[in-house]
Nanobody
Framework: QVQLVESGGGLVQAGGSLRLSCAASGSIFSINAMGWYRQTPGKQRDLVARITTGGSTNYADSVKGRFTISRDNAKNTVYLQMNSLKPEDTAVYYC???????????????WGQGTQVTVSS
């Protein structure tokens, strides 16, 4: 199967920066879009940023101009650079990869375990 391992979360003061990383491994034939989502208690998981294999990106309005998503296709890794962080960015951040596996050639979404980002005011 496919595993996504996130890193880079933590506690930061408002105005600070964090960089999240997510590495995909396992029986990967190809990865289509990769993205970052976030969720707070009692709320749905929302898209933060998404990037295609070719590098096209889209962002939630609330993070435009502050967050930047990028990927290294050779390493099956996606990054999220978060600048000018605000307390309302506090959430668990989840990595997502739309992946076709080697043996079954079935394409579906895979998720990481989540990493906590806390922004203090």
């Amino acid at each position: 199967q496919v595993q996504l391992v996130e890193s880079g979360g933590g506690l930061v003061q408002a105005g600070g920066s964090l960089r999240l990383s997510c590495a995909a491994s396992g029986s990967i034939f190809s990865i289509n879009a990769m993205g970052w989502y976030r969720q707070t208690p009692g709320k749905q998981r929302d898209l933060v940023a998404r990037i295609t294999t070719g590098g096209s990106t889209n962002y939630a309005d609330s993070v435009k101009g502050r967050f930047t998503i990028s990927r290294d296709n050779a390493k099956n890794t996606v990054y999220l650079q978060m600048n000018s962080l605000k307390p309302e960015d506090t959430a668990v951040y989840y990595c997502n990869a739309n992946t076709k596996t080697t043996y079954t050639r079935v394409t579906r979404d895979y998720w990481g375990q989540g990493t906590q980002v806390t922004v203090s005011s």
